[in-house]
DNA sequence: AAAAATGTGGCAGTCACTGCCACGACCTCT
DNA sequence: AGAGGTCGTGGCAGTGACTGCCACATTTTT
């Protein structure tokens, strides 16, 4: 790696760190670029070239985390119950790299409706994707509503995990707590919408 | 109903109806405000009144289609199963109400990212709101997490329904893809994520 | 008909974000 | 090591979403 690339990284990580500090300290509205351009030395078009929108700053941790692991599922040969589950546990294993990050994540989704919309539109993308992997890594290949679905159950685990985590305020274990989501799908405890005669 | 009121309501669907119009015509992101405004006839300051944000003008028939939806819950007594096809098929029925326009949002939400943004954004506040519900209406009541993934499996059969519907460009009936997806979900023809030995 | 309530819209201002361009730091090739 | 090419940096001007404020007009109430 180049010198160029080294300082890159560098910068990209003060400015992202920066940016948290004060959405902590001053809250996400009232924090704006100019400010964190200038906490970080840097101007605040070079910013915008790191983090082409506002929103990005926030959720670009759980947006690597979930996308690098998207791509274990070619890795794996598994089968696909298996290999799903490998996804999720490496979801939430580079989630449990930086909890305090999470955890400023969901508090800043909490309080700011555009952050909480980006927020839930990667997850939306990553469900996306990942709906279309399996449609491809089946054989025989599933229907579209069947792909559909088990993408949306992935995404259900994480989602309902992580909020369960917040919710704890980080004491609770994310492997433990999706083992235990994994537990109530296959037993078949959660209600589903159903006909009246 | 006052005067006033009945020239608001008009105005309100007026200025949605030259939105739509305006973003099918030049785009989402090529159509200001101001364009809007003055297509409506109103100053841009009054367009803000009634929609605080460019992308509520998009997404707001599919927000009130589901929210309207969620207060059968109460509603109805009947079992929490039934109760849910209940909440699921009102959305789907009012979505059917006027199909042109979830087929417009849908096709904006594919070009424009943060309309796609805030179209989650609804799905997620939506699905809270529904787990909250199911938490308090059940006798026992279950853990968050039960409720969390039943709300979640309700979300997930709408939009699943929705997207095969726009996808066979409103070919099917969004009734019967609904039987179908709960049919899967409650055959457990979905694969689930499972560890290995 | 007068008075109170409330929707309308213009104006100025903030802020996220972009295209353009000159500058300078790094990298490559000899 | 030095010359030239590459590429990140950042300033400037501009667009457009959105807001607070205030005067005006229309509707509603008394």
Redesign the interface.
Known sequence: MGLRELKMARTRRLISDKAFELFACNGYHRTTIEQIAAAAEVGPRTLYRYFPTKETLVIEFVQTSLFDALSDLHATP?P???A?????ANVLRVMSTDPARVMAVYELAGTN??V???L??V??QWRDNLAHE?EQLLDPPPC???A???A???I??I??VV??WV?SRGQADMHT?A????T???N?????????Q
């Open positions: 598994a696909l119950p298996v799903l589950n490998t996804v999720i409706a555009s909480r919309a980006q839930a539109d997850l939306w399996v579209r509503m069947t559909a679905l088990t949306a159950f992935a259900n685990i989602e309902t909020l369960a919710e707590l083992n235990h989501a994994m109530l799908l296959r078949g405890n959660i209600p589903v919408p159903t006909e009246g």
